[in-house]
């Protein structure tokens, strides 16, 4: 069975300063790996998958992640954080058809200082 | 992206009573659907997975004759919490993928508390 782990339950950064979050899964097949963001009651917008092919992914809100296969990981990136991309992050592994029965990692909140 | 509507965005209902909430794709035909639930500062786990027409799929652990999923048509399946108790407290998010989408989109999630 897959599972995903996120080490860093809560990571707070400046503004303006650079953002990585980890993410490890286990699986026996080639993954496919999302990552989600997610505001206080809110539902989940995805930032970014990772299906097959070039393995630094391009994503919305500047976000970009990398798969390393030989390190079972998809950290999560983002240059220069704004105020708004304090949320939740979420980090997801799939299975089944185009990966969509997801198993979540456990999610790691992200605090931005002015 | 497409879009998936949760309705209602919060409930709150007595112990022993049931309660029902809706899933729609909006602008296309969701083949199939999942049911997610998030307790309080923790992640989603996948309750079960419907398809269109057919019986849903539970995930080991999740009570079938408690949590009723129908999937009628292809834009809406709804999620039964029967006689519902404080412990069913959570907050429960759809997520819906039609035959063309390479994804599944989630809706916004609907906050229950059972008082």
């Known amino acids: 069975a897959q599972s995903v782990t996120q080490p860093d339950i809560h990571i707070t950064v400046s503004e303006g300063a650079s953002l990585e979050l980890r993410c490890n899964y286990s699986?026996?097949?080639?993954?496919?790996l999302f990552w989600y963001v997610q505001s206080p009651g809110q539902g989940l917008q995805l930032l970014l998958k990772?299906?097959?092919?070039?393995?630094l992914v391009q994503g919305i809100k500047g976000f970009e992640a990398e798969f390393k296969r030989s390190q079972s990981s998809f950290n999560l990136r983002k240059p220069s954080v704004h105020w708004s991309d304090a949320a939740e992050y979420f980090c997801?592994?799939?299975?089944?058809?185009?990966?969509?029965?997801?198993?979540f990692g456990g999610g790691t909140r992200v605090l931005v200082k002015p | 992206g497409a879009v998936v509507s949760q309705h209602p965005s919060r409930v709150i209902c007595k112990s022993g009573t049931s309660v029902k909430i809706e899933c729609r794709s909006l602008d296309f035909q969701a083949t199939t659907m999942f049911w997610y639930r998030q307790f309080p500062k923790q992640s989603l786990m996948l309750m079960a997975t419907s398809n269109e027409g057919s019986k849903a799929t539970y995930e080991q652990g999740v009570e079938k004759d408690k949590f009723l999923i129908n999937h009628a048509s292809l834009t809406l399946s709804t999620l039964t919490v029967t006689s519902a108790h404080p412990e069913d407290s959570s907050f429960y998010i759809c997520s819906a993928r039609g035959r063309r989408n390479t994804e599944a989109f989630f809706g916004q999630g609907t906050r229950l508390t059972v008082v």
């Open positions: 990772y299906f097959s092919g070039d393995t």
């Open positions: 997801a592994v799939g299975a089944g058809a185009a990966g969509n029965k997801l198993t």
């Open positions: 699986y026996g097949a080639t993954p496919y």
